[in-house]
């Protein structure tokens, strides 16, 4: 649970989203939405990959826009899609969807492999310096402390909790 909670907190301010959570074309909308109550997910906006390759994505207004929770993700997924190669700046990330008008930015290698996924407001909070009112870890993820209690038990939770991005 302790382990839960921390992924929780890094998870709600991001630079750079290297592992961002994906869809299949071929779930079903209703299948997305138990998973995000089931995991507590905050967020509304998914990539969706097929065969590793970025397809198309999910966002709030497509959820928001779907009549019949019983379609296909790839019947009302966009499919218009700004990319950018990975390893790109947050700075650079910032300019081309502001440019674009995009709150999305997924990374991809040459293949079209998602490699990662820059979102607006973390991009913006740290390109406009509003990040130094938060106390974040070198990926501009918020630090997590975890409480333990003593004895060997501890330690091993301690390497665990560790494990999992605790600071």
């Known amino acids: 649970d302790q382990a839960t909670q921390v992924g929780r907190v890094k998870h709600h301010l991001n ?9 299949s074309p071929n779930q079903s909308i209703e299948n997305v939405l138990s998973m995000r109550r089931e995991r507590e997910f905050s967020f509304h906006t998914f990539p969706v990959v097929e065969e590793n390759k970025l397809v198309g994505i999910m966002t709030s207004n497509d959820f928001d826009f779907c009549d019949n929770q019983a379609s296909l993700v790839r019947e009302i997924m966009s499919t218009e899609l700004l990319t950018a190669r990975q390893g790109i700046t947050v700075n650079e990330a910032y300019a081309i969807m502001k440019e674009e008008k995009k709150k999305v ?29 938060y106390n974040v870890d070198q990926k501009g993820r918020l630090r997590v402390a975890a409480a333990i209690g003593t004895g060997p038990e501890a330690l091993e939770r301690a390497e665990y909790l560790i494990k999992k991005d605790v600071d």
């Open 105 to 133: 930015l997924p990374l991809v290698d040459e293949n079209n492999h998602l490699k990662g996924m820059y979102v607006f407001s973390d991009v913006k909070r740290i390109a406009t310096g509003s990040q130094s009112t």
């Open 15 to 23: 630079a750079l989203i290297e592992n961002p959570i994906a869809v």
